[in-house]
């Protein structure tokens, strides 16, 4: 009943850049902390960069100076903008929420999209 989808991802040559966005859709109460985690093949999910409903950022070494987390709270929708981009930032980007839903307990808790592929190319 809540859903986080993800879109943007693709392939790109190294240097290039890519906007990812994400939307959370459903039955909404209120949404805390968003953000983008990354799994490239054979390694642990990582963190990316978050972002507070206040606007505060945190970012990973690896992003920083080169990637930019955004919100739009009154559409649902985290983006993350990287430039610079090199083939090491290959991985699936997903996208991470701290949702409260309208139903239920009332709960807030961590949902996950499905993923969206981003391939540097070198």
């Known amino acids: 009943q809540v859903q986080l989808v993800e879109s943007g991802g693709g392939l790109v040559q190294a240097g290039g850049s890519l906007r990812l966005s994400c939307v959370a859709s459903?039955?909404?109460?209120?949404?805390?902390?968003m953000g983008w985690y990354r799994q490239a093949p054979g390694k642990q999910r990582e963190l990316v960069a978050t972002?507070?409903?206040?606007?505060?950022?945190n970012y990973a070494d690896s992003a920083k100076g080169r990637f930019t987390i955004s919100r739009d709270n009154a559409k649902n929708t985290v983006y993350l903008q990287m430039n610079s981009l090199k083939p090491e930032d290959t991985a699936v980007y997903y996208c991470?929420?701290?949702?409260?839903?309208?139903?239920?307990?009332?709960?807030?808790?961590?949902?996950w999209g499905h993923g969206t592929q981003v391939t540097v190319s070198s």
């Open positions: 459903g039955s909404i109460l209120s949404i805390n902390t």
């Open positions: 991470n929420s701290d949702i409260r839903p309208s139903y239920g307990l009332r709960n807030i808790r961590a949902y």
């Open positions: 972002i507070t409903s206040g606007g505060s950022t």
